[in-house]
Each structure stands twice: as C-alpha cells, then as structure tokens.
C-alpha cells in the first residue's frame, strides 16, 4: 500500500471511529443498524461519484450518457442538499433522497434493491448534520474498487458487534483457503444459499481474478496472493459481475449489507436474495442447481418438521442437517462441488438424522477432505468445534459400503490465533493453514504424519458414517496404559477408609484425655 493509500485509510478509519461514537451516542445502540445507516449515506454520496465519472467518460469516448440526476432530479444530488440543515435536511433525506434511490431503475437497480423498505433511522437533525459532514470528507472517487472493498469490509468487522454481527462474519482467513480448494472458475455459477454479508461470494470473485491475471499484474495483500483478471476477455468479465454470483439471506437487513459489500467489491450483478432457504414455501430457485456451492450455514437453530422444504433429503429440525441436505440438491451432477461449515456434533451424532445426511452425503458425493478445525475458531463469536468438508456431486447415488474410495483428513490445530474470547492474530499463534494448502496440492492430497491422513469410505460406512477426523487419526494413538481391576481399586478404598477410621479414633482418646 501506498503512503497515501495508507494515510487515507488510516484518515478513514478515524472518521467511521467519530462517526459510529455520534451514531451510539445518539441511541443507536444496535451494531447492525450503524453500519445500514452510515451504508446508505456512503451510497447516496457515490451515486453522485459515479454519475460524475461517467459525464467526464462521455466527453473523452463519446458514448452517451443519461445522467441519473436529469431535470428534476438534479435536487437529489448530494451536493445539492448536503448544505441544508436543520429539520430541512433531515426531512428531505428521510422523505425524498430515500425515495428517490428506491424509484432507480436500468443500471442502478441493485442501489434500487438496497434502498428499497429501507427506513431512516437517525434519530435527529444534529447527528444526521454530523454523519454527512463526515462522510462528505470523503472522496470515495479516489479510491480503487478494491480499496473500498477493503474499507468497507472494515467497516463490518471494525464495529462492535460482538454476538451480533459476529454470527453473520466467517473469518476471511478461513474462506480463503476452503475457496482455494474448491477452486471456483471462470464461467462457473456460484452460490452461497446462508450468505450473510457476502465473504464466500466475494473471496471467489478474487479467486476467479487472481486465476485469470498475468504474472506481472499479480501482487501480495494481507499475505495473500491477489490479481486483476487481466487475462479475462470482455465476455467472461461480463458473466463474472453480472451472472456469476448468487446468495440467499433470510434476514433482509443482511441481504441490504451483502449487496453493499458486493458493489463496492465491483460485483454489481450479483443475485442476492431474501429467502428462508430450507423452510417455508418451495420455489423454481429452489430447484435451481450451480457449479458451486461455499457457506457456512447457521448450528443453532431449529425448524419445524411442519415447515421444511419437501425436496430435502432428510427431514430434521436441526439447521445444519438441511443446510446440508440443501447444498447437495443444489449441486450439478458430476461437476458440482461445495465446501461447506458444519459443527463437530454432525460428523459424530448418533441420531437418526445426523446419521442418514452424512450416509446421503457419502453416497451421492465424492468426498474430498475433511478438514477438523480447533475450537475458537470462531471465537469470540462462538467456542463450538467445526470441520469444513469438500466434496464433488457424483453423476448418480452409488452404494458406499463396498466404496475403493479413501477420504483425505487434515487435522488444523492452529488457524494464526489465539483461539480464545479475547481474539488476536500474530506469528506467535500456530497456523496450520499454508501447510493445509501445500497438502491438499492442487486437489492430489498427501499424507504427512502429524497432519493428514487417508481413511477408506467403506470404512466410515460401517462406522455409523461417522466424519470426525479425531475417530481416524492414526497419529493421535497413544500406548494405552493399564487399568488397574476395580476391585483392587474397591479394596484399596476401603482399606484406607478402616486406616482413617483408627486415626480418628485415637485423635479422639487423646482429646479426651487431655
């Protein structure tokens, strides 16, 4: 990063700080709803950036250009009304701007989709005044699409929202390395049906460039490899932005935070959607399949049995069971492939349902690694243990107990954290992570003692179907020591027990006697 990259960031930052203070301090104690209002300013502003851009590309190419802000609605530009104040200001945002960004239409229909039932929640006329002096501080015109991406992805994690927005973020250091296994590419749909604010969707995307880039366009940020999809034709960049990229949410205040994720990544066509994905009334999406499915679905809810989708192989109240029956429909036939989150107690419970969606999943998948992830993870969120798993659709369901098929395994100890509730990051935590990737070796996974390992599927067949990686892991087996007869032990007890007793009894007499 630049010097003036990095002061801008660094100005950035303190501004959102001031700016989140005056929003907390004004009544908005809820993380989520800061993040939507201060969105919804940033956007309103770039509207007027973006159209601004365009007038100056008309000049030099000569392609046409229909401002957004023609006739009367040149008064809804931000620089228009940025100067009101008072209860003037705060009654033309909230009564007019916000209705204005609803009503667009051709290429702004996603802006369309973020403002559309969104409500203006900032409380009074001197906070609004504030947030737009602040925001209007900032030239977001400046800034490269990644840039303000990277901002904005800062600006979700940056805000406290511990135990709120926190159950929405899968860490980014855990993405990236389930995207590379996956391998997502260019021309491929890729679907994330629990998508929150969009992680999966966006370290794809980033794949797919970094894929599709030349040698000398391909740099390091954050100790990861990153490119601009300069080897990308004009055609392959369209489909990329336009039609690559699809989600569902059910919370819609999620959906809204994902889109603005999105656009500021350069994603501007993605598909995102306000749904219940595995309960309620069945649509056409939901028979929809893609070439790639990455998420990391909600562990602690519940459904009624009442209430889930018909098409679902197996029927459970547990969250993760149909996420996962719900991931293998959306898959293509012997292409499709998916990583996926799931809690420890899914790979090893002993019910009816936990054992018939992993014996579904064996049959109907090439599963291709198992990954056990340490507890803390996900803290301070969460402590819950997880694994993620790979796996590729077959054509048709084949029977496992007989499978020649052998499961890779990968035992994470260590994610480059402190894997406790006070999170924090540093070359002193152990990683596993880049010896996870040089392991999994471009899809040929290798054995190496002490972190991976191959487990035949016709023996987890005729183990209940178990997937834990502790139940296989020929280097965690320890010489077992003796145990001793319990009526040694029983004997013992009670021989020290009579012991006791005399002790007791002569404390006594000498008590008595004195």
């Not at 098929?405 to 994610?415: L, P, T």
Request: hydrophobic share 35%; aromatic share 10%; with cysteine.
């Amino acid at each position: 990063m630049s010097p003036e990259a990095q002061q801008f960031t660094e100005d950035f930052q303190t501004k959102l700080s001031r700016l989140n203070n005056y929003l907390w301090g004004a009544g908005l104690k809820d993380p989520v709803t800061r993040i939507q209002q201060v969105s919804f300013l940033f956007f309103l502003k770039m509207l007027e950036e973006q159209d601004n851009a365009m007038e100056r590309a008309e000049e030099l190419t000569g392609r046409a250009h229909h401002s957004i802000f023609e006739g009367d609605n040149e008064k809804f530009r931000w620089s228009r009304w940025r100067d009101k104040t008072g209860t003037q200001l705060y009654n033309f945002v909230r009564d007019n701007v916000f209705q204005f960004a609803v009503d667009l239409q051709n290429s702004h229909t996603t802006v369309s989709q973020i403002f559309r039932d969104a409500k203006f929640l900032i409380p009074d006329e001197v906070t609004l005044k504030r947030a737009v002096e602040i925001i209007d501080s900032i030239e977001f015109s400046k800034l490269e699409t990644d840039v303000k991406g990277d901002l904005y992805e800062g600006l979700l994690q940056s805000i406290d929202a511990a135990g709120e927005l926190g159950q929405f973020l899968t860490p980014r250091h855990i993405i990236r390395p389930m995207v590379h296994m996956v391998n997502p590419k260019i021309g491929e749909s890729v679907f994330d049906p629990a998508c929150g604010t969009g992680g999966f969707l966006i370290a794809s995307f980033e794949w797919i460039k970094y894929q599709n880039s030349s040698k000398e366009s391909i740099a390091e940020k954050n100790g990861y490899p990153i490119g601009y999809g300069d080897r990308l034709k004009k055609a392959q960049w369209d489909f990329l932005i336009q039609k690559t990229f699809h989600g569902y949410d059910v919370d819609p205040e999620m959906m809204r935070l994902c889109l603005m994720n999105l656009i500021l990544h350069g994603i501007e066509g993605a598909k995102i959607q306000r749904k219940d994905t595995v309960a309620g009334s069945e649509t056409d999406d939901d028979l929809r399949q893609f070439d790639v499915v990455l998420t990391n679905p909600p562990f602690a809810g519940k459904v009624d049995l009442e209430r889930v989708k018909p098409t679902l192989p197996v029927k459970s109240k547990k969250t993760q069971v149909l996420f996962l029956g719900y991931v293998l429909n959306a898959l293509k036939p012997g292409t499709g492939r998916a990583g996926i989150i799931l809690p420890e107690g899914s790979l090893f419970g002993t019910n009816r349902d936990d054992k018939e969606i992993r014996r579904y999943l064996l049959e109907n998948t090439k599963l291709e690694a198992v990954v056990s992830m340490p507890a803390g993870v996900f803290q301070p969120y969460a402590g819950v243990k997880t694994s993620f798993l790979v796996f590729r659709k077959k054509n048709h369901p084949e029977p496992v107990e007989g499978s020649p098929d052998k499961i890779w395994f990968f035992n994470m100890q260590g994610d480059g954290s402190s894997l406790s509730a006070a999170k924090k990051y540093g070359p002193q935590y152990r990683n596993d992570i880049p010896k996870l990737l040089e392991l999994w070796n471009g899809g040929q996974p290798k054995e190496e003692k002490g972190f991976s390992w191959f487990t035949p599927v016709k023996q987890i067949a005729a183990n209940d179907f178990i997937l834990s990686a502790n139940t296989y892991n020929p280097h965690a087996i320890e010489a077992e020591k003796p145990h001793r007869d319990p009526k040694e032990i029983l004997g013992e007890i009670e021989q020290k027990s009579g012991t006791l007793d005399g002790t007791r009894e002569k404390i006594a007499k000498l008590l008595g006697g004195s």
